[in-house]
């Protein structure tokens, strides 16, 4: 003999499935966030190495005036342009094309003050508006490393010791590697990978439940030999096994595209083995649960089918609070926020990015943290679907 509750999960998860468009919008969501994860940072990991691939094309006017300096721009993969004198109108109207990073011009008076050793003026004209930024300040860097060199050598010419110009000397050590460095952004950015757990099961618990409500089929539910704990509980998985399936194959998604992506390209990585992975969807598994069992028990309550999905709207941006206080306290990673539904899958997937041993307590706490309150209000739920009042919408 088949369980009742069973036999309520089919049927439901059959209904749902039958609609192609809810198939196709399930779909979409599923899919969405991994690819856009994946071309924010691939844009990234493009913007940050095109300078060193395609070098920085820079405009100098009369360059002639100063070839050491044009040796030290080339050696540094800064290709020169000379350029005839241009009036500020002709280099503005330049740098707009975005055809180079930058405009060097040395002033006419600009060999005369040099070995006059007086400070001799280089302008370096750019456009703020354009994405030159990384380029011009790689020519900003050259140019003040050669000012440092010209110094450093007239001193010695004077008898004096460049070493006199620096009483200390800041020696910087890092010892962060890229994979602590990347937790907190990539951490941060796969967290909405689990926001999906509250949206992929909204419709089918809505139509289940209000939905069925308005069609007058719930009460040929009820009229038949089963518990409303298995009516309920039916419903409630037939509502989350949309969201763990959506949710996991996600994750899978976000972790196929952030190991191809090569992140050490911008001073990140993505450590993650597959273990890992499969329990951090087994420990995400819950939060599915609650996100059903609370949008049945809240859509069973909604007078109307439309009122039941403005409510759960509503309800579904709940989860993303938390999160957006912690990202603007900047708090330090807790034991507590494993304690909070969805805020724990984040700082459980950042602590895990960081390549330590975190332990199996955070698993266990993230898994309990959404099972136990998921648990609760499908009773809850259970119960209340005993009264008429809700069953007929009176």
């Not at 937790?183 to 967290?191: C, K, M, Q, S």
Request: charged share 20%; hydrophobic share 50%.
């Amino acid at each position: 003999m088949k369980s009742k509750l069973l036999i309520v999960f089919r049927k439901e998860l059959r209904e749902t499935l039958r609609e192609k468009r809810t198939v196709a919008l399930l779909a979409m969501f599923t899919l969405l966030y991994p690819i856009l994860i994946g071309l924010m940072l691939h844009q990234l990991i493009d913007k940050n190495t095109k300078t060193e691939r395609e070098g920085v094309e820079l405009a100098v006017i009369g360059g002639a005036k100063a070839p050491t300096l044009m040796a030290q721009l080339g050696e540094k993969n800064i290709t020169v342009q000379a350029t005839q004198p241009m009036t500020e109108d002709a280099i503005g109207e330049l740098l707009r094309t975005k055809k180079v990073a930058a405009v060097l011009r040395l002033p006419d008076d600009y060999a005369e003050n040099y070995y006059a050793l007086r400070p001799a003026r280089l302008e370096v004209w750019y456009d703020s508006a354009t994405e030159s930024g990384p380029q011009r300040r790689e020519v900003e860097d050259v140019l003040e490393a050669y000012g440092a060199n010209v110094a450093s050598a007239r001193l010695l010419a004077h008898g004096v010791s460049p070493a006199a110009l620096t009483p200390i000397q800041v020696q910087r050590y890092d010892t962060g590697t890229n994979a602590s460095r990347s937790a907190v952004i990539i951490g941060g950015i796969i967290g909405i990978l689990f926001f999906p757990a509250f949206m992929l099961s909204m419709s089918a618990a809505v139509d289940s439940t209000a939905g069925e409500r308005e069609r007058r089929s719930l009460e040929v539910l009820m009229a038949q030999p089963l518990h409303t704990w298995e009516l309920v509980g039916g419903k409630w998985l037939a509502a989350s096994i949309l969201g763990i399936v959506g949710v996991t194959l996600e994750l899978i998604l976000g972790h196929l595209i952030l190991k191809w992506l090569p992140l050490e390209e911008i001073g990140m990585s993505w450590s993650l083995g597959w273990g890992d992975l499969a329990l951090v969807c087994l420990a995400t598994v819950p939060l599915s649960l609650l996100a059903g069992a609370l949008y049945v028990a809240l859509a069973m309550n909604a007078k109307t089918f439309k009122e039941a999905q403005t409510v759960l709207g509503i309800v579904m941006i709940v989860p993303l609070i938390p999160g957006m206080v912690l990202s603007f306290l900047d708090l330090k990673t807790a034991q507590w926020m494993y304690l909070v539904p969805m805020v724990s899958n984040q700082t459980l997937v950042k602590e895990l990015s960081k390549g330590g041993d975190i332990g199996a307590l955070p698993f266990l706490m993230t898994f309990l943290c959404a099972l136990l309150p998921a648990l609760a209000v499908a009773v809850f739920a259970s119960w209340r679907m005993k009264s008429e009042r809700y069953v007929l919408g009176v």
